[in-house]
């Protein structure tokens, strides 16, 4: 039997188990080693036949990913966009809002490539530009581009006629602006306002402001430029405490030294209540103050604000979290790519997540 009528035969075992929904839409399939393995045939004759089934529109090839089913009948006439995700490990929005965008794009078959640009990181600037420029010179019909350090703003611009739309995340921390693009922005503002409201609700009065250190926030006490978020959130924060009494320290922390700064401003300031940016400055404040016998919404209260619904997935007694939800983003990223509004800057509302500790008593 030729390599060809192989993979014939092997396009059609998975196309019935496509069809048939043995295999539903979405699911991703094995490596094409281990397919070959299955099938007891070759790599080659398993490519042949995945290149068959991909001109049919049944599967969905991801640079980076895999090889999903690509089959549903209620979509096949749906308007499909070739896309390009840029993010940076360390500064994405969130790992959990990254899956929940790639499986937006998955369900609606269109055909995405992931750039984590932090691989790009440890290249010299000639290697880290070319291996860029791979994918920034494949035309594609939606470029979407999450977190705010270390994006290619400058070479994106270069490129933008390769792509027919531009879609921003969380983008307040840049000096270069790009023209005639889409922004999908957290109202920083509003969740340093909704941290003061709960506080104050709570009869808090001497509140420690948490950020994690950058030569930025050094630069421009305090926390910035006026287009930083650190500096959004702690004017909405100082605006809910103004009249009140309250009193608002600053700690600016490196992992390295989050632990003394943290006691010391304890040992100081003694606040009850306090406000920390990042995920792992919430955490590690909590790990800290549990350590050392502090009672967690007893004598202080501990709020975390996050870039999207990371809060969600973890139950730490004791923390209650500012979240930005993933819901209300794709629903603004539908409105977008549908052409329903052209380059608007969105601004996503913060949502209170209260635990145990802050919860309101009925």
């Known amino acids: 039997m030729s390599v060809m009528s192989k993979a014939s035969r092997i396009r059609e075992l998975i196309k019935s188990q496509i069809l048939s929904e043995r295999l539903p839409d979405g699911t991703q399939l094995l490596p094409v080693r281990q397919l070959a393995e299955h099938y007891a045939v070759s790599y080659l004759t398993v490519s042949h036949a995945l290149d068959q089934l991909e001109q049919e529109q049944l599967i969905l090839r991801v640079h980076g990913r895999g090889v999903f089913v690509n089959y549903s009948p209620k979509l096949r006439n749906a308007e499909k966009f070739r896309v390009l995700l840029i993010y940076h490990a360390q500064d994405a929005i969130s790992p959990l809002f990254i899956d929940r965008l790639f499986n937006f794009f998955c369900e609606r078959h269109d055909e995405l490539t992931l750039l984590e640009s932090s691989l790009l990181d440890g290249l010299s600037p000639e290697a880290r530009l070319e291996k860029l420029m791979e994918y920034l010179n494949k035309p594609a019909d939606l470029l979407i581009a999450d977190g705010i350090y270390n994006l290619p703003f400058r070479e994106i611009d270069r490129c933008r006629s390769n792509f027919g739309k531009i879609v921003f995340f969380n983008r307040y921390e840049s000096d270069f602006e790009l023209l005639n693009v889409s922004r999908i922005l957290y109202d920083y503002r509003a969740a340093g306002r909704r941290a003061g409201e709960a506080f104050l609700k709570r009869k808090r009065r001497r509140i420690l402001y948490i950020a994690p250190d950058s030569s930025v926030r050094r630069k421009f006490p305090p926390y910035g430029p006026e287009v930083t978020y650190h500096w959004q959130m702690r004017a909405g924060l100082e605006e809910s405490l103004a009249g009140s009494g309250a009193e608002l320290e600053n700690l600016i922390i490196t992992p390295a030294n989050l632990s003394s700064k943290l006691k010391k401003s304890f040992n100081d300031f003694q606040p009850d209540a306090v406000f920390a940016f990042h995920d792992y400055?919430?955490?590690?404040?909590?790990?800290?103050?549990?350590?050392?016998?502090?009672?967690?919404?007893?004598?202080?209260?501990?709020?975390?604000?996050?870039?999207?619904?990371?809060?969600?997935?973890?139950?730490?007694?004791?923390?209650?979290?500012?979240?930005?939800?993933?819901?209300?983003?794709?629903?603004?990223?539908?409105?977008?790519?549908?052409?329903?509004?052209?380059?608007?800057?969105?601004?996503?509302?913060?949502?209170?997540?209260?635990?145990?500790?802050?919860?309101?008593?009925k």
């Open 281 to 361: 400055c919430a955490l590690k404040t909590i790990q800290i103050l549990n350590a050392d016998g502090f009672r967690v919404g007893k004598k202080v209260d501990v709020l975390g604000c996050f870039n999207a619904d990371i809060g969600r997935c973890w139950s730490v007694p004791g923390l209650s979290t500012l979240n930005f939800d993933t819901g209300k983003i794709l629903d603004e990223l539908k409105n977008i790519i549908s052409g329903n509004v052209i380059n608007p800057s969105v601004m996503i509302a913060p949502d209170l997540i209260c635990r145990e500790s802050m919860r309101e008593e």
